[in-house]
């Protein structure tokens, strides 16, 4: 059991490229989230997905996409990348127990991005 | 490592005093919350959670009460150890149309000397 896995640890971008970052779970979590953290922020949520073929904006989606075609992937897209979007991006999933509680939110290690 | 977080409100303790963390939270209507704890250069990890219908919960070295009243959250860490520094993170979940999402606090930073 791996838990949650992120591709690629480390990636440098131009201004302009694109990229896809991908989080993978086996814990057959419904709910997967996609994060950035910068320094003196927190955590801010950029989009997440309450099941396969589902997605909704977070508090900073502007210049991500994300997908989610299989319940145990979930995609972050970034189209024309700038150097505003240098940060690490965490991913995160959680059950939903009947009644709609959500539970613990299980990280993985990170995708540390700059854009140049 | 990198830093999590710069400026960050940071506790220094002495390795085997007791550490407590504080956390205030923003809505009256959250029903569930965790801390996390996150080392230089890895993701958040679950420490304890707590819903909102009780006040207090203990873990392994680990307590978090939670006093709604004031909506206030602790961490409270026993016998702190070197291994225990890091950024404290709380959270809180904000039921929003159906679906839950949290919210995250900004994080307090934990050095223990030893």
């Known amino acids: 059991n791996a838990g949650v896995t992120q591709t690629p640890k480390f990636r440098v971008l131009k201004t302009g490229q694109s990229m896809t970052l991908l989080c993978a779970q086996d814990?057959?979590?419904?709910?997967m989230y996609w994060y950035r953290q910068d320094p003196g922020m927190g955590l801010r949520l950029i989009h997440y997905s309450v099941g396969e073929g589902t997605t909704a904006k977070g508090e900073v989606p502007d210049g991500y996409n994300v997908s989610r075609l299989k319940k145990q992937n979930f995609l972050l897209g970034l189209e024309s990348a700038a150097p505003s979007q240098t940060s690490v991006y965490f991913c995160?999933?959680?059950?939903?127990?009947?009644?709609?509680?959500?539970?613990?939110?299980?990280f993985g290690p990170g995708t540390r991005l700059l854009v140049l | 490592g990198e830093s999590v977080g710069l400026h960050l409100p940071t506790l220094s303790v002495q390795e085997g005093d007791n550490s407590i963390i504080n956390c205030a939270y923003s809505n009256s209507a959250s029903d569930y919350f965790i801390w996390y704890k996150q080392e230089s250069g890895k993701g958040p990890q679950f420490i304890i959670d707590?819903?909102?219908?009780?006040d207090k919960r203990q873990g392994q070295r680990v307590t978090v009460l939670l006093n709604k009243t004031v909506k206030h959250l602790s961490l409270q860490i026993a016998a702190t150890q070197p291994g225990d520094s890091a950024v404290y993170f709380c959270a809180e979940n904000l039921p929003n149309s159906g679906y839950s999402t949290l919210t995250f606090g900004k994080g307090t930073m934990l050095l223990v000397s030893p």
């Open positions: 995160a999933s959680s059950y939903l127990f009947s009644g709609g509680y959500q539970e613990t939110q299980y």
């Open positions: 814990m057959n979590h419904e709910y």
């Open positions: 707590i819903r909102s219908n009780m």
